[in-house]
């Protein structure tokens, strides 16, 4: 059984940092994709940041590019995103995700498709 637990959301100035983390059970590190949505309140679900097993695919929402990095450390079934310069328009309910996504042409179609969610944690960032 997959369970997927996000933790080190919180509340958090602009300009601010905050480090998410996200313990996964069930899954199999080297093979299993990870990474996290956002959903801000009236807002669609925007894909955030994934990477695969093996660290070769991976993906980065342009409106986050070079202010989070996503990281994973297989050995401890994790995956983090440190989010740095946060903005209000970063303020969301933050979900970590997996599946088992095999490398290739359609890795970034499937990462959207994930199967796997945690409950959520909340990021709000204050003007």
């Known amino acids: 059984q997959v369970q997927l637990v996000e933790s080190g959301g919180g509340s958090v100035q602009a300009g601010g940092s905050l480090r998410l983390s996200c313990t996964a059970s069930g899954v199999t590190p080297s093979t299993w994709t990870m990474g996290w949505f956002r959903q801000a309140p009236g807002k669609g679900r925007e894909t955030v940041s994934f990477?695969?097993?093996?660290?070769?695919?991976?993906y980065t929402a342009d409106s986050v590019m070079g202010r989070f990095t996503i990281s994973r450390d297989n050995a401890k079934n994790m995956v983090y995103l440190q989010m740095d310069r946060l903005k209000p328009e970063d303020t969301a309910v933050y979900y970590c995700?997996?599946?088992?996504?095999?490398?290739?042409?359609?890795?970034?179609?499937?990462?959207?498709?994930?199967?796997?969610w945690g409950h959520g944690t909340q990021v709000t960032v204050s003007p």
């Open positions: 995700a997996a599946d088992e996504i095999p490398e290739g042409s359609t890795w970034y179609q499937r990462v959207r498709q994930s199967r796997y």
């Open positions: 990477l695969s097993g093996s660290g070769t695919s991976s």
